[in-house]
């Protein structure tokens, strides 16, 4: 443990995972507002808490699995030429979950339909969130581990750099939640990136691989282009009215 503090690549492999995790994690921060928002303004900081807390846990434990995490990567049953294991029906079940809660709050949002929230299911509803949170955390947690084992294989320097990429998911679950509230269409666009995450996952079960940068690419440059519209709108929110400069006359032209 000591040798790993001293060590500028073990200091290289935490940097590097620590960035990693957090850009892997953008799907789940997304996820976790969509879910919080459903709860009461008291209730939402709690979710996101034992939610993300106990996926932490859950990451760790994995982690101190490797062999039970191997196996899951084995055959389970085959097809023809198409083979099945468990991590592919995870993924597969993530996705379909993913999909399926995307296109009921894209449904919800567009027609303004108020689905079942904290406010009719009591404790239950927070409890719910917690849940989904976790759940859909392990399922992004497989990607990140194999990744994260195949940069190191210093268990510490792992767990380590799933624990600050926690932080800083938690540190900004928060303002992106209320973010995404306040915008109706910034909203849409990330219910739209979970479907889209949804559809990736259940592609990687059955063994097409679409890169993850593509999507994040996309992402960001629906975001961008979100961002133009929201500066165009707000300035012309704030621009004077041309008319109020006008003479009586209806021109500013002398005479």
Avoid at 16 to 31: A, K
Avoid at 53 to 71: D, G, K, N, P
Avoid at 143 to 157: F, K, N, R, W
Wanted: net charge negative; glycine share 6%.
């Amino acid at each position: 443990m000591i040798e790993l503090l001293t060590d500028p690549g073990a200091w290289l492999s935490f940097a590097t995972l620590t960035v990693l995790e957090v850009i892997l994690g953008i799907d789940n921060i997304i996820f976790i507002s969509i879910i919080a928002a459903r709860l009461p303004e008291h209730q939402r900081q709690l979710a996101r808490t034992a939610g993300l807390t106990l996926a932490l846990v859950v990451r760790i434990v994995l982690l101190f699995s490797l062999a039970w995490l191997m196996q899951l990567t084995a055959p389970l049953f085959s097809i023809a030429d198409f083979t099945l294991s468990w991590r592919d029906a995870i993924f597969i079940a993530g996705g379909g979950f993913l999909i399926a809660k995307s296109t009921i709050e894209i449904y919800e949002t567009a027609e303004g339909e108020a689905g079942p929230t904290a406010k009719t299911l009591g404790r239950a509803g927070v409890w719910m969130a917690i849940t989904q949170i976790v759940l859909i955390d392990v399922v992004f947690s497989f990607d990140s581990i194999l990744t994260a084992l195949g940069l190191t294989e210093h268990i510490p320097i792992i767990i380590a750099a799933v624990c600050v990429s926690m932080l800083v998911m938690l540190l900004a679950s928060k303002p992106v939640g209320e973010f995404v509230e306040r915008h109706l269409s910034i909203k849409l666009l990330a219910l739209a990136f979970l479907l889209v995450i949804g559809v990736v996952l259940i592609a990687d079960g059955l063994h097409v691989h679409i890169p993850k940068p593509y999507i994040y690419s996309a992402l960001a440059f629906s975001m961008f282009v979100q961002a133009l519209v929201m500066w165009a709108s707000h300035r012309r929110t704030d621009a004077p009215d041309a008319d109020h400069d006008l003479p009586a006359g209806g021109t500013n032209s002398p005479d």
